[in-house]
């Protein structure tokens, strides 16, 4: 989304739909059997508790999925809705000019990550899993005088339309662990 107006423009990077759907579902996926399974099992947990903390990740992990970057002739900037507690994700801004340099982390999986370093030392995490990354870099480097022809996202959308794929067969082994526990209990 882009809003002009004279010289100024913003514009508003959200998380990639690939990536929000795929994290949601797999947390579906991983989660949704247990209070069949502790209702079964009889485990010490009631299945109404784990609801109720399935229901609080959710809502959490949704939160957290929000993340919006902007960009506009000041600065960037990673917000989240007003909905969101600031003690759970605060966000952070940037002016231009006080950006010192983009700089390169491995990451302990391998990938590379990259931060923005500011005159005073401190690091700010360059958002990568945005729809619209390459757009994002150009700006960047538009605004900032900071190469970033060698800048990827870190993960690429391939690697999560297999983990989708992924999702999708462990929700059939779901579907088919529900069905067997209810039908077992019944």
């Not at 960047?140 to 999560?160: C, E, F, H, N, S």
């Amino acid at each position: 989304m882009t809003a002009n107006s004279n010289d100024t423009s913003t514009s508003v990077f959200r998380l990639s739909p690939l990536i929000r759907i795929t994290l949601l579902t797999l947390y579906v996926a991983l989660t949704v059997p247990l209070p069949f399974l502790a209702e079964v099992t009889k485990a010490p947990t009631p299945p109404e508790l784990l609801w109720a903390g399935i229901s609080i990740g959710f809502v959490g992990l949704y939160a957290v999925l929000t993340e919006r970057v902007m960009i506009d002739d000041q600065g960037i900037k990673v917000t989240y809705p007003v909905w969101v507690p600031r003690f759970f994700r605060k966000g952070w801004s940037l002016s231009w000019s006080d950006v010192k340099s983009l700089k390169p982390r491995t990451t302990g999986q391998g990938g590379l990550v990259y931060y923005f370093l500011s005159q005073d030392g401190k690091a700010y995490l360059l958002p990568m899993r945005v729809a619209g990354f390459n757009r994002l870099v150009n700006i960047v480097q538009a605004k900032t005088g900071i190469d970033t022809t060698d800048v990827r996202p870190l993960a690429q959308p391939w690697m999560y339309v297999i983990l989708f794929c992924c999702t999708l067969l462990l929700l059939l082994v779901d579907a088919w662990t529900i069905n067997t526990a209810i039908l077992g209990n019944g």
